[in-house]
């Protein structure tokens, strides 16, 4: 049996370019520099960065292929090659069947159709006619459960609508492979396994080939049976044994301390950046050692805004080592009135971390964040993030000195009620 996919030698570079100058410039100074920019002067450099190099594997038909790594590891590079979005820079791809992309919210529909017309168009995009759509039309509207919003234009969905119908199109419209970025983040946790449930079911019953890319390590463990693991551009792990790579990933995340900063924020073109992530003591200082379960600490997070918008929300999602989302916490959880004040320029944004909450053990903090409801900046999976250990302080019990049973191991108090 022939491999499904065969990638040989595969490498994909992109030039970065430095001009030299940062921060912001006017109109004018813009177009008395453009001269000087098109003939590559005022100290402008380039330099050549490698997403990925020099990557070989095959898939066969059938098998399940989670894709893990750090931030910047190449996963996402990766899946654009496969899905045709982008051409390599070396090496070759061979694809023998059909593929279905889910790479971010909304791939592959159009603003203006309606949900109907969007899964019709999807269906002509993998070379189905309109009798094999239709065929597949009522399981797709009935998973996706987004019947009563069908004749709407899809740019009035919510992100979480979005990927019902889109994940729901690329798994019922029968593709040869189907290729699924940590997008399915966006959903809830009941539409997750219901979407890790299907992806099981056309692998099984339908042979098809799957390549699943996520963070959350407990959902490669039950989806997949074969793990690849990247790092800097270049396959670390490549086997069957999921548990041995996801423990080597675990391991990769380990900071050597807990915080993180921003070497170039200037490039980036969103209108808030990450400047600076830790998990500080009292005097805004940096913990370096493990934290005890009852220690004061924060989370500490400088942005640079560069406009301000109502809709603006940041904050953080902490994991456990087994990539467990223990709870999301944002500027906005409490009252209006209690929010942070926000203005423009370099802004540091505080949060307690729970004390008596945490049990024994590893944790990840990740930056996520954006416009309410409209736009991810920082969606979860894809910002920054930093680790830290808690160890001891779990309870002032002469009963409990060591980790708990459990993922959390609150201190809670019992009184007694004369019955």
């Known amino acids: 049996m022939k491999p499904i996919i065969s990638v040989e030698g595969l490498g994909k570079s992109y030039t970065i370019r430095h001009e030299g100058q940062t921060g912001y410039k006017s109109l004018r100074e813009e177009i008395f520099k453009l001269p000087q920019r098109l003939l590559r002067q005022n100290g402008q450099s380039q330099e050549e960065f490698w997403a990925l190099k020099d990557l070989s594997f095959d898939v066969m038909p059938g098998e399940r292929v989670g894709i893990i790594g750090r931030n910047g590891a190449g996963k996402s590079t990766l899946l654009k090659l496969l899905s045709r979005i982008t051409e390599p820079t070396t090496g070759r791809i061979t694809l023998r069947g059909r593929v279905a992309s889910l790479l971010e919210v909304g791939t592959g529909f159009h603003p203006e159709l309606s949900g109907r017309e969007n899964i019709f168009l999807n269906g002509a995009i993998l070379g189905m006619s309109r009798a094999e759509v239709r065929t597949k039309f009522d399981e797709i509207v009935d998973f996706a459960g987004v019947e009563k919003f069908l004749d709407t234009p899809v740019k009035r969905y919510s992100s979480g609508m979005y990927v019902r119908l889109a994940f729901a199109v690329a798994a019922h419209l029968e593709p040869e492979i189907l290729i699924v970025d940590e997008v399915l983040a966006v959903g809830d946790a009941e539409f997750q396994k219901k979407c890790l449930g299907k992806m099981e079911e056309v692998s099984e019953s339908g ?213």
């Open 207 to 419: 042979g098809r080939t799957v390549l699943f890319v996520s963070h959350n390590m407990n959902a490669v463990q039950a989806l997949c049976n074969r793990c690849v693991l990247l790092d800097g551009g270049h396959i670390r792990l490549d086997g069957s044994d999921i548990r041995q790579a996801t423990q080597h990933y675990l391991g990769l995340n380990k900071a050597d301390g807990v915080q993180w900063s921003n070497s170039a924020p200037e490039t980036s073109p969103l209108p808030v950046v990450p400047v600076w992530l830790a998990v500080t003591d009292d005097a805004g200082q940096p913990l370096t050692g493990p934290i005890a379960n009852d220690q004061q600490a924060w989370v500490s997070l400088d942005l640079q805004i560069r406009e301000l918008d109502p809709g603006l929300t940041m904050g953080y999602a902490l994991h456990d080592s087994n990539g467990h989302l223990l709870y999301w916490s944002y500027t906005t959880d409490t009252k209006e009135e209690q929010w942070p004040t926000l203005s423009l320029g370099r802004v540091r944004l505080k949060s307690r971390l729970p004390m008596r909450l945490l049990n024994e053990g590893a944790y990840c903090i990740e930056i996520i964040g954006g416009l309410h409801f409209r736009q991810w900046f920082y969606a979860p999976g894809k910002g920054p993030s930093i680790s830290f250990n808690i160890q001891g302080g779990l309870s002032d019990s002469p009963l409990w000195t060591v980790a708990r049973q459990g993922i959390l191991a609150p201190v809670l108090s019992w009184v007694r009620e004369d019955i």
